[in-house]
Nanobody, 124 residues
């Protein structure tokens, strides 16, 4: 069955870094666009970053541009989110997701597969 398993979350001080990983199984990873979303307590899930199936097109929400980098390794069926210069407002549960169809990347409703999430907590 389809599985997306995130790891790499944790507690970090403001200004620090974390690298999230998401390992996929159960579908043809190399044909699927991948995204990262996050949800803070009391807030709606929001788009963070996305990468197309080839790894050539990258997308970021404005608040993380210049600080976060999304990448993928199709041979390892893994997508990464390198997060630098973390801020307290980055605290959230981070989810990876896979999208088979369509060109839009920022809408969670367009994604077909979801992981269980990993907690990122940034202390100020």
């Amino acid at each position: 069955q389809v599985q997306l398993v995130e790891s790499g979350g944790g507690l970090v001080q403001a200004g620090g870094s974390l690298r999230l990983s998401c390992v996929a199984s159960g579908f043809t990873f190399g044909l699927v666009d991948m995204g990262w979303f996050r949800q803070a307590p009391g807030k709606e899930r929001e788009f963070v970053a996305a990468i197309d199936w080839s790894g050539n097109s990258l997308y970021y929400t404005d608040s993380v541009k210049g600080r976060f980098t999304i990448s993928r390794d199709n041979a390892e069926k893994t997508v990464y989110l390198q997060m630098n210069s973390l801020k307290s407002e980055d605290t959230a549960i981070y989810y990876c997701a896979g999208k088979r169809f369509g060109t839009e990347v920022q809408f969670s409703s367009d994604y077909d597969f979801w992981g269980q999430g990993t907690q990122v907590t940034v202390s100020s």
